[in-house]
Each structure stands twice: as structure tokens, then as C-alpha cells.
């Protein structure tokens, strides 16, 4: 991740799965040959209705919250 920046959630996170898709970490795991999304980790995933960040995967590019129908997600300086 970069170490100046951080990717954060708002309470206003509708689950729709948008961040997931768009997530370029997320995307290069899913082509891995033995991909399994079960065991995967991912940067971003859905659960019980809101996104999830992990961020020892996250890389804070910032393409999830350009891509956020409700503008949930947002990039903050730490």
C-alpha cells in the first residue's frame, strides 16, 4: 500500500460490489490458475452488505473511489 495515503469507508455503503470488481489487485488474483475466491486476499471484498478493506492488499490506487455510485470510498493523506 502507499505509505502516504489509505483508503477509507463511509458509513453510506450500499454492498453493491462495484469496488470489488474495478480493484486491479483483485483482478490480477482472479487470474491466477488456482484462484479461489473463498481463500482469496483480496484487497476489497463484500460482506454482510458493506465493503471490506484489507489493507495488507490494498495498494491505494484510488480506482475504487472513482468508481463508487455512492461515493462510500475516498483516499485520505495519513
Do not use: W
Not at 39 to 51: D, E, F, R, T, Y
Amino acid at each position: 500500500m502507499a505509505k502516504d495515503k489509505k483508503l477509507v469507508r463511509s458509513t453510506n455503503c450500499n454492498g453493491c460490489g462495484i469496488c470489488v470488481t474495478v480493484c486491479p489487485t483483485n483482478t490480477k488474483l482472479s487470474k491466477a490458475e488456482d484462484f479461489d475466491i473463498d481463500h482469496a486476499k483480496l484487497a476489497i471484498h463484500v460482506s454482510n452488505g458493506c465493503a471490506v478493506i484489507d489493507y495488507d492488499a490494498c495498494i491505494a490506487c484510488g480506482i475504487c473511489t472513482k468508481n463508487c455510485p455512492v461515493s462510500s470510498l475516498a483516499m485520505v493523506q495519513i
